[in-house]
């Protein structure tokens, strides 16, 4: 497979890598050389990088250059999570119609620099008041269908223990990557992806974004990542709406304390779709908590109740709104069946490439199948 003998370049051949794998060094270095591996050698091999056997076929013209960016993102996660992300995008390559744009119409829409807390905070105005028909006081629990429909991002959802999102521009198209997670969790790793995005300089050059969950909660300590954070927070939970929802929620409240109680915090994270966290952290954010408040007030609810989440059930909160995250993006899906029905492509093949079962792309493609 000359896409597993890429992968050994890019990658390297150590002792590390034969112990996992079970392959001698030197037959490795064959293998890296040019030399076909076989298919047990190269099961053993996906298992060893954390890699599908099936992503170790792709190819296109651009894979190369796209695994060249994505190589930064082993420092962060590891080289199968990277492969994953660029074979996505390979594949995508190869459904989508070949098309010359410089960007997003979104693109020029926001603004770069600073990357600050009031920068952030304009933009998630300027978002909501191009994209939510200027709300600036309700939840966001569109966003998925926002980013995917009239922002026109390749939205899909991966498994992933050691990262809660990614995002990159290949060839001026927005791409962004979700881990299956608690709902609350995915909308705000949604939010802080477009954060990234948005503030991207170039749309046509690859910039891989790469969230984990280690660093979730330094991000103070690297400017964008700061900036993706405040981005989030403000466009998920808009202060002036924070403000209103704070004003209804004491008008029914029997106490009159002043300090922000956590029961009113997760009411607020339930009405944005955010969880308790974020919630607590914005709130740090409007100078209604003490700074470190958040961390504060979830260690104590963890310690007493197991979790916020649990602390708010037991006191019968309103039920979380649902969240939809769409598995596969609509483009892809309607290029691969126009493709289908020009006969330029097999139902097998365009399966593999969508990363889905023949059955659920048969639902979707039955009037060309029966």
Request: aromatic share 8%; charged share 25%.
């Amino acid at each position: 497979m000359k896409r597993l003998n890429e992968i050994l370049r890019q990658c390297g051949v150590d002792e590390g890598l034969s112990l996992r794998s079970g392959i001698t060094i030197d037959r490795l270095r064959e293998i890296e050389s040019g030399a076909s591996a076989t298919v047990g050698e190269a099961e053993k091999l996906a298992r060893a990088l954390h890699i599908n056997l099936r992503e170790l076929a792709a190819a296109s013209a651009r894979t190369g250059e796209v695994d060249f960016f994505f190589r930064d993102a082993q420092r962060k996660s590891d080289y199968g999570v990277a492969t994953k992300l660029s074979s996505r995008i390979a594949s995508s390559m190869r459904l989508l119609p070949d098309r010359d744009i410089a960007g997003p119409w979104w693109f020029g829409q926001f603004r770069k620099t600073p990357l600050t807390f009031e920068a952030a905070e304009e933009n998630a105005q300027i978002f909501r008041r191009i994209f939510a028909g200027n709300d600036q006081l309700g939840p966001l629990l569109r966003l998925p269908e926002i980013t995917v429909n009239s922002m026109g991002v390749l939205l899909f959802l991966i498994g992933s223990e050691r990262i809660d999102g990614a995002s990159t521009f290949v060839d001026g198209i927005p791409y962004i990557f979700l881990a299956k997670r608690f709902s609350a969790r995915m909308l705000f790793t949604l939010a802080h992806e477009l954060g990234h995005l948005i503030v991207q300089i170039n749309a046509t050059a690859v910039s891989l974004a790469v969230d984990t969950i280690a660093e979730r909660r330094k991000s103070t300590r690297n400017l964008i990542e700061f900036y993706a954070h405040c981005f989030a927070s403000a466009l998920l939970m808009p202060a002036q709406g924070v403000g209103v929802s704070l004003q209804q929620i004491r008008a029914h409240k029997k106490s009159r304390d002043e300090e922000l109680g956590d029961l009113e915090i997760s009411l607020l994270a339930r009405i944005y779709g955010v969880s308790f966290y974020v919630a607590a952290r914005r709130c740090e954010d409007l100078k209604l908590l003490p700074r470190g408040g958040a961390a504060s007030l979830e260690h104590a609810l963890r310690k007493k109740f197991g979790s916020a989440e649990k602390r708010g059930n037991l006191a019968n909160l309103p039920p979380r709104p649902e969240l939809f995250f769409p598995s596969v993006p609509e483009t892809l899906l309607a290029s691969a069946v126009d493709k289908i029905k020009k006969g330029d492509l097999s139902i097998g093949k365009a399966s593999e490439e969508l990363g889905i079962s023949v059955l659920d792309l048969l639902k979707v493609n039955e009037p060309v199948v029966n």
